[in-house]
């Protein structure tokens, strides 16, 4: 395909094609807005249960763990990227409970800047 161009011509070319795939990719990709702060609370009752897992899953931001809760978790959320928020579950088989607090999707967001996410869970 490039056998008569000249190592100069054949640089150029690749180099004009790792633009054009540059600017596919970086085009292709989403970006998350940062919006007004929204914040919320969630209260998870044990239930009636001898042992809970807990499973937390947040990709960046400010996470605060202490324990004195009424409830098995007692949560405040306060977040400014709409997709960052918190997906929170519990399930309960037998008598073992399975908690479950997720970070939403933080594709595509540029960290720094304004985007701010903070957790604060009392067990």
């Not at 239930?47 to 809760?69: F, H, P, Q, W």
């Amino acid at each position: 395909m490039f056998t008569n161009l000249s190592d100069t011509d054949k640089a150029v070319t690749f180099s004009v094609l790792l633009l054009v795939v540059a600017a596919l990719f970086v085009g292709s990709c989403g970006t998350q807005g940062v919006g007004e702060m929204q914040r919320e609370s969630q209260v998870v009752d044990l239930k009636d249960v001898r042992s809970v897992g807990a499973d937390l899953r947040m990709g960046a931001g400010e996470l605060n763990v202490t324990g004195g809760a009424d409830a098995l978790m007692e949560a405040d959320f306060a977040y400014n990227v709409a997709d960052w928020k918190p997906d929170v579950s519990y399930e309960v088989d037998g008598d073992t409970g399975n908690l479950s607090v997720e970070q939403g999707s933080g594709q595509g967001v540029r960290l720094g800047g304004d985007a701010r996410n903070e957790w604060d869970l009392r067990f």
